[in-house]
């Protein structure tokens, strides 16, 4: 069933790694996941641009058109599933220098399963205020570096002490690949891909 490694990665992390690497299942398996997973950022991005608007400080709530409001989400949908997809390659690349020879699918795994914490947090959207979004990314963030930490030895079959580093690692990869995403946002947005705001 899609999803169903989900309590488990809040509840019991560690049980939880030891079942999918038990398992491993199919690249489409993962995919579904991250497809699904993906969907609670962009959604919730979209209701609270259009129809609560974002408070930033002092002042009325900023709102978007919805038609303006729905080419960021789905930008930032295609941007999350082909970050996750980007770590993993990056992933499974880097695995042979730690001597790992995982498959792509179980790099897949690793990388959608360790960024679920960061997409639930899409949910803090439908609160828009900055400062609790901010606060609430930073703790999803911090879980799943935890998850990745606790996971690539069980995932990757290699010692804790190498999996700290390859680890380490990923994390570098993954925050390199966020600020080329942000990097590609502040390009278009400059570009004249900007937002349209209703007043």
């Known amino acids: 069933m899609i999803l169903n490694h989900l309590w488990g990665i809040y509840a019991h992390p560690k049980e939880e790694w030891h079942t999918i690497d ?23 991005a979209y209701y609270s641009a259009v129809h609560l608007g974002w408070s930033i400080g002092v002042g009325d709530p900023i709102k978007l058109t919805s038609q303006s409001a729905l080419v960021m989400s789905v930008a930032m949908y295609c941007g999350l599933i082909i970050g996750v997809f980007a770590l993993a390659w990056l992933s499974h690349w880097m695995a042979h220098t730690f001597g790992a020879e995982p ?79 942000m990097a590609t946002t502040v390009i278009l947005w400059m570009s004249g891909f900007g937002p349209t705001y209703t007043h």
Request: charged share 10%; hydrophobic share 50%; with cysteine.
């Open 103 to 181: 498959t792509y699918t179980q790099t897949l795994e690793l990388c959608s399963y360790t960024s679920t914490p960061l997409f639930m947090v899409g949910f803090a959207a439908l609160y828009p205020e900055l400062w609790f979004v901010v606060s609430v990314g930073l703790v999803g963030l911090a879980y799943s570096v935890y998850l990745l930490y606790v996971g690539v030895p069980i995932l990757m079959h290699i010692p804790e002490e190498r999996g700290f580093i390859y680890a380490s690692s990923v994390v570098t990869g993954g925050l390199t690949l966020l600020a080329v995403l």
């Open 22 to 44: 038990a398992r491993h299942e199919s690249f489409r398996y993962s995919m579904a996941h991250i497809l699904i997973v993906a969907l609670i950022p962009a959604i919730c």
